[in-house]
């Protein structure tokens, strides 16, 4: 039976089994129900209509979703604890899967869709702080196995939906994610049966400092908050309109264009297991990491503009491998904090900032195509915006301290 504890070094697994399985039952749950439902987009049409704006309406929910949890989540948690954060994050998914799953229209399924994503918008946010209660000893450890399995839920939904709905129908392929979310229910069940009467030992006085200032006011939790802008503005970017770029500007067939967006995706897997560990060891050199993300960023988006038709794929994977900032910024989250209240605090903090910025970036995108007809324009943009954002945030992270500290001085 699992339980937190001090930081003091011992065996991964060793007495808080059920919070190591919660956490890796989780993570593959969080990103189902983004990856699962646009390859089923054709299969669902042919049950009910589903016109553009309905599937935009679809695409807009995520990002806007993961920005609520980023604003609710911390309040939920300070009222019923991490665990019973976790459960009702869970429960909500349930309810959206099965609600798309049983769906009759493009309401039910844009309803079904809200829910879900809520759900994985808490969860998003509860998970640093969650691994920083139960893991203290193994934070870069355990962020980088749930990063880990979180990059494979992104891609692994995608690639079995069709499939799954070839055997037992598109209603079926969305209704499995509902099963793994029940099976993750169960450890979080017991963890709070077994703990709903423990204090906290992580959460010192100090904790009392974040609910009285906000984050807003730490200079290091904007600089979180701008690292993992960057990587969130350009993977919502790429998705929706990489495959699009890329048949244009390097004249690939649209099978290429989906293989290069996998890679792109697919990249994300060994740089979640890797960044979290070599960003504890950096210490408080971990900012030279947001400078080789930008100029991965600028050598990536420089051959795409000037080399489109040469070595393509080299440039998508430099651009997908400067987006080692994602798990770098949930890293962080727990290296520059003193305690699981603060981590909590800025993990919200730092995700409303990136996923506001990440919703905007798509439709902006489109506009600015529409207006100059360039995607030269587009990405040149997407380029100074990823450099820009990163400078600050390298160079307050330059500094070394932690938002506690910030905290307590403008209290």
Request: proline share 6%; hydrophobic share 55%.
């Amino acid at each position: 039976m699992s339980s937190p504890t001090a930081d003091t070094p011992r065996a991964l697994i060793a007495g808080r089994f059920l919070a190591f399985a919660g956490l890796v039952l989780v993570a593959f749950s969080m990103r189902a129900a983004v990856a699962a439902l646009s390859p089923l987009i054709p299969a669902i049409s042919q049950s009910y209509e589903l016109n553009t704006a309905a599937i935009a309406l679809l695409g807009s929910i995520a990002p806007l979703s993961f920005a609520a949890g980023g604003i609710f989540t911390p309040r939920i948690e300070r009222r019923i604890g991490i665990e019973r954060t976790l459960i009702l994050a869970l429960v909500l998914m349930i309810v959206g899967h099965v609600l798309r799953a049983t769906s009759v229209n493009w309401q039910t399924l844009a309803l079904g869709t809200l829910s879900a994503l809520v759900g994985m918008g808490f969860a998003n946010v509860a998970m640093p702080p969650a691994v920083r209660k139960y893991f203290p000893d193994k934070v870069s450890t355990m962020t980088a196995i749930y990063m880990s399995v979180m990059s494979i839920s992104a891609f692994l939904p995608a690639l079995i939906a069709v499939p799954v709905a070839d055997v037992i129908s598109w209603r079926g392929s969305l209704l499995q994610w509902a099963i793994f979310a029940v099976i993750a229910l169960i450890p979080w069940i017991l963890e709070y049966r077994a703990h709903r009467n423990d204090k906290n030992p992580n959460v010192a006085d100090t904790a009392e400092v974040v609910r009285k200032v906000h984050p807003w006011r730490s200079p290091t939790a904007w600089s979180v908050g701008l690292v993992l802008a960057v990587s969130s503005i350009t993977g919502y970017a790429m998705y929706a309109w990489m495959p699009v770029i890329l048949i244009d500007i390097a004249g690939v067939t649209p099978a290429q264009s989906g293989a290069l967006l996998a890679l792109f995706a697919g990249i994300g897997l060994p740089l979640a297991f890797v960044t979290p560990g070599l960003a504890k060891r950096m210490g408080k050199h971990v900012h030279w990491l947001v400078t080789i993300s930008s100029l991965f960023y600028l050598v990536g988006y420089l051959g795409m503009l000037l080399a489109p038709a040469h070595l393509i794929w080299l440039w998508v994977a430099i651009i997908g491998t400067g987006c080692l900032e994602f798990p770098l910024s949930l890293t962080l989250v727990n290296l520059r904090t003193a305690n699981v209240r603060s981590s909590m605090a800025l993990s919200g903090f730092a995700q409303i900032v990136a996923y506001l910025s990440a919703a905007m970036a798509p439709p902006l995108m489109g506009i600015l195509y529409s207006s100059t007809n360039s995607w030269t324009v587009v990405l040149t943009t997407l380029l100074i915006v990823s450099v820009a954002a990163n400078i600050p945030a390298a160079l307050i992270l330059r500094r070394n301290r932690m938002v506690d500290a910030e905290l307590k001085l403008t209290a």
